[in-house]
């Protein structure tokens, strides 16, 4: 657990409309992806040694903070390092676990987000970003100069 209170800040860019920027731990968001989690009944891991469906769990480890940042956001302490990191890309999922339908919002400079839906790609307002359909959000670090 002692590589969650090295973990570096991020912020949000755009998203918050005229306010400030704001600072968000990471450890808090990634604190609970660092436990074991039981997969339910409809979530059964198929074993290939036994060739029947089991009950299972996942767990997440967390090495060290990459250029690049992918959280993937389930249902659902003071950092010191100066690293941070600025959303610019999310993938969203509409459906259920078995099946469903994928789009994708990208920052694309500015205030700037465009929706990736199959093969319409159209200018999205920045209010229209913040979903409950948001299902990987990735973030790169930010050079501070």
């Known amino acids: 657990m002692n590589i969650l209170l090295s973990l570096p ?3 949000k860019s755009g998203i918050v409309g005229k306010r400030a920027q704001e600072s968000i731990s ?5 604190e609970a992806f660092l436990i074991d989690e039981p997969l339910g009944p409809e979530d059964m891991w198929y074993c290939p040694g036994c060739k029947e469906h089991r009950l299972a ?3 997440l480890n967390l090495w060290r903070p990459p ?4 959280v993937h956001l389930k249902s659902h302490a003071n950092v010191k390092q100066t690293n941070r990191y600025m959303l610019y890309a999310l993938r969203n999922h509409y459906g ?4 469903g339908h994928y789009t994708a919002f990208v920052h694309h400079g500015g205030e700037r987000w465009y929706d990736f839906d199959d093969s319409h790609v159209r200018p999205i307002s920045v209010d229209k970003i913040k979903t409950s359909a948001a299902y990987v959000l990735f973030h790169r670090r930010v050079v501070e100069t």
């Open 9 to 11: 800040e991020t912020f």
């Open 96 to 99: 259920s676990m078995g099946g």
């Open 67 to 70: 250029e690049i940042f992918v």
């Open 26 to 30: 990471l450890y808090k968001c990634l």
């Open 57 to 59: 769990s996942k767990k």
